[in-house]
DNA sequence: ATCGGAACTGCAACGTGTTTCTATTATGAC
DNA sequence: GTCATAATAGAAACACGTTGCAGTTCCGAT
């Protein structure tokens, strides 16, 4: 660890290095925004973070980790900006189905963004493991969150049932997402999809 | 279509040419199997198959739909080995989850191969979207048969509810599998959480 | 048997992810 | 302030999916 400069909680190197982090994940999200996993070159990306391609690498081991890091950065800035108010709806269904159609809705206002992080996702390897990891709690804290509704505490274990639970409805919001970024499904047929399984898990 | 040659039931071509299509499927499933999807590579396919590699894109348009092509045939040579015998099991769940064991483990027994194919079915977009058709209605199949068990009469609509049911189970397998092959899950964990979300669908 | 078009071969070339290397610059220890 | 080290820039090169093309071979119709 370095010596100076304190202000982060992790470890993540000096102030210069976390604004060149911050400026490659900037560059990634608004290429990726503008034309999809394809548009995101790793050339481009450098060039547009002003970076050396080297640099970019030497932050990123590949252009996988890069985008599924962004999708980790996406997921925390939307997540702290929801998760103060407690979730609407009276059932566990009713708060699960608001709020992935909520996120449902978010995604499929950009869809290029959404292609882009959901293909890098899907097609990480062991070796994004960590950054995965990332991605998966955030996810699962969410559906608890709906689950529980008001009965949510935050650190309590959720029950072998309910992780269970929670676990199915990302696979299949996970696979929705899949069928929709890659054009074999509608954002109808995804939002009702989803409705379904989760009325069929939560009962 | 031709006019020598009708032996076979779709339009599949000369017989040089169902010939060459099956030799590069087959090149394709032997390098997938000792060395996953980057092993695939189109110039050693095309080798092994013994055909020009603007050949080989001739016969499929693309790595994916070459790999989401190789995983049909697979899938259809299983299950015509075991579509004659019932599925054993005195529930619905029993028998679900018979056949998933049954044909997960097939595919943890060549680790490789199903690597590469889950891989390409991931990564595939709406260009492959008639291959995908094809595996899908094939799993979806599997598990009607499975879950109507004796009952099951071929060519009969399944409700809605049973096409909903088939369809989580479908997608939370899709997940699992995903989970293994980019080594973020083990075979146990697999076939646990399967069976768990079986257990939770089919009550 | 021949003709015309489709299919095939062999090969070069391009694009993009990734690696590598050297020279230069920034950073922390003393 | 100086030095050793790590980080960065810049650029070339490699790997593999994909495309394009000139010449050759195959195949069905006549």
């Known amino acids: 660890m370095t010596t100076t400069n304190s202000l982060t909680y992790d470890d993540l190197g000096s102030a210069a290095q976390r604004d060149r ?5 900037d560059a990634t999200i608004a290429l990726a925004s503008k034309g ?3 548009a995101v070159q790793m050339r481009a990306v450098a060039e547009q973070a002003d970076v ?11 252009k996988i980790h890069l985008l599924v890091s962004a999708l980790a950065r996406q997921f925390e800035d939307t997540q702290s ?7 609407p709806g009276e059932t566990p269904s009713e708060r699960v189905i608001y709020v992935l159609r909520r996120a449902t809705r978010g995604m499929q206002g950009d869809a290029n963004l959404t292609e882009a992080l959901t293909r890098a996702f899907m097609f990480a390897d062991a070796s994004v493991a960590t950054e995965i990891h990332v991605v998966g709690m955030q996810l699962t804290t969410m559906l608890n969150r709906a689950i529980k509704g ?4 935050e650190g ?11 676990r ?13 970024v890659t054009g074999r499904a509608t954002a ?10 989760v009325r069929l898990v939560l009962r």
Chains 1, 2 share one sequence.
Not at 52 to 58: E, I, K, Q, S, W
Not at 81 to 87: A, E, G
Not at 188 to 197: F, K
């Open 188 to 197: 109808e047929e995804v939002a009702d999809h989803i409705e379904t399984a």
């Open 156 to 166: 309590e274990q959720p029950s072998d049932e309910e992780v269970a639970v929670a």
């Open 81 to 87: 900006m929801v998760s103060r108010k407690p979730v």
């Open 150 to 153: 008001d009965a949510y505490v």
């Open 21 to 25: 982090r911050r400026r490659i994940l």
């Open 168 to 180: 199915v409805i990302s696979d299949v919001w996970l696979s929705a997402l899949v069928s929709w």
């Open 52 to 62: 050396a391609l080297g640099t970019l690498y030497r932050y990123f081991p590949s």
């Open 36 to 38: 999809g996993f394809d």
